[in-house]
C-alpha cells in the first residue's frame, strides 16, 4: 500500500474523531482536509515502518490546537455555539438518543486535554502510548487524564457535582 493509499484508508477514522471533538459537521470535514492537505505536501517526512494513523492523529490534533489558540487570541471573537441534540446522526429510540445527547454534554464539560484523551482511547481506541505520542506528553499524563476524564464523566452522568471543593487541612 502506498502513502497516498495509507492516508485514504484513514479518512474515516479521522473524520469520526474530528466531528466528536468538535460536534460540528462542517468544522470537522473542514479539519480533516486541513489535515490532509498538511499531510500530502509533507508526505516526504513521514517515516516508513511507523504508524500512518498515528500520524495523522497528531497532525489533526496540533491543528486543532492551534486553531483553539487563534480563536481565544482574536480580537472580539465570539464563542460558538454548538446545537447537540442535531449533532446526533444514528437513528434511536428516545432513551438512546437522550443518553447520547448527555454524554455528548457531559464531554462538553470536560477540560480539553481530558476530551481529547478520553475521545482517543476511549472512542478510537488506540492505546496509551499512541494517545501520548499524538499529544505530546507522557503516558503517565495520558492515564492520569484519563483516569480523570472518566471519573467527571461518571459524576456528570449520575447528576453529582464534583466542582465543589474539598476542604484542604
Known amino acids: ?3 497516498r493509499q495509507a492516508v485514504v484508508a484513514e479518512l474515516p477514522r479521522l473524520r ?3 466531528r466528536a ?3 460540528d459537521p462542517v468544522a470537522a470535514d473542514d479539519l480533516v482536509q486541513d489535515c490532509v492537505e498538511r499531510a500530502l505536501s509533507r508526505l516526504s517526512l513521514f517515516k516508513a515502518g511507523t504508524n500512518m494513523r498515528s500520524w495523522l492523529f497528531t497532525i ?3 491543528l486543532h490546537v492551534n486553531a483553539v489558540y487563534r480563536r481565544r487570541r482574536a480580537p472580539d471573537g465570539q464563542p460558538l455555539t454548538l446545537d447537540v441534540e442535531n449533532g446526533v446522526t444514528v437513528q434511536a429510540d428516545q ?5 447520547a445527547r448527555d454524554i455528548s454534554r457531559a464531554l462538553d464539560q470536560l477540560p480539553d486535554e481530558q476530551r481529547h484523551v478520553v475521545l482517543l482511547v476511549g ?3 488506540m492505546s496509551y502510548k499512541k494517545t501520548a505520542e499524538i499529544l505530546g506528553v507522557p503516558m503517565g499524563t ?3 487524564r484519563l483516569a480523570r476524564g472518566r471519573e467527571r464523566l461518571r459524576h456528570l452522568m449520575e447528576g453529582d457535582d ?3 471543593l474539598r476542604r484542604v487541612k
Open 16 to 18: 469520526r474523531y474530528a
Open 1 to 3: 500500500m502506498s502513502k
Open 60 to 62: 489533526t490534533h496540533n
Open 123 to 125: 472512542l478510537e481506541e
Open 95 to 99: 432513551t438512546t438518543g437522550l443518553v
Open 142 to 144: 495520558v492515564m492520569s
Open 21 to 23: 471533538l468538535l460536534k
Open 162 to 164: 464534583p466542582t465543589v
